[in-house]
């Protein structure tokens, strides 16, 4: 299973409908910040799209978080903001693995992280439209997923 994992949008969408053709994914996780174009991001995909509530993202009815079960993983997605991600990944980490949770993935920063330490991997795919890590390449994340359910992440850039 291919999973692509974006975040923080902002209704910039060009990059994004760009790595749906290259990535072909199986499912897509949006980290929330679409900013209304929650339709244009699911239609554009042939596949199924999960979306999170962002910051951003003021009269929306998309879910505040997710729990999901990708092969032998527990996964939370969040947008993040509200778990101090600006500061570090710490935070959020505690919180998933209090959650029971084996991934978080989650946005807000606009820096990509795949990083894993006590027994939480934390996913940021950064920004696909406001990158802000040094180089400030918009940036996103596929998550392979083996046929023994064993994830795999590489962070990639437009």
């Known amino acids: 299973m291919r999973v692509l994992i974006v975040s923080d949008t902002h ?3 060009d990059n994004y409908f760009d790595v749906l053709k290259w990535e072909q994914p199986d499912l897509v996780i949006h980290c ?3 900013e209304g174009s929650e339709y244009a991001l699911e239609q554009a995909a042939d596949c199924p799209v999960q979306i999170v509530l962002g910051n951003n993202d003021f009269f929306s009815c998309l879910p ?3 729990e999901l079960q990708l092969g032998t ?3 939370w997605v969040t947008h993040g903001h509200n778990y101090y991600v600006s500061m570090g990944n710490e935070h959020i980490k505690r919180e998933a693995r209090a ?3 084996d991934m978080v993935f989650y946005g807000h920063s606009h820096r990509p992280v795949v990083e894993e330490s006590g ?3 934390a996913v940021n795919p950064g920004s696909l439209s406001y990158p802000r890590q040094e180089g400030h390449r918009p940036s996103y994340v596929v998550m392979e997923l083996n046929r023994e359910g064993k ?3 590489e ?3 437009v």
């Open 155 to 157: 962070i990639k850039y």
């Open 99 to 101: 959650r029971g949770m």
């Open 73 to 75: 993983y527990k996964v």
């Open 119 to 121: 027994g939480v991997i």
């Open 64 to 66: 505040r978080e997710l």
């Open 11 to 13: 209704r910039k969408n």
């Open 32 to 34: 929330g910040d679409a």
């Open 151 to 153: 994830a795999q992440f």
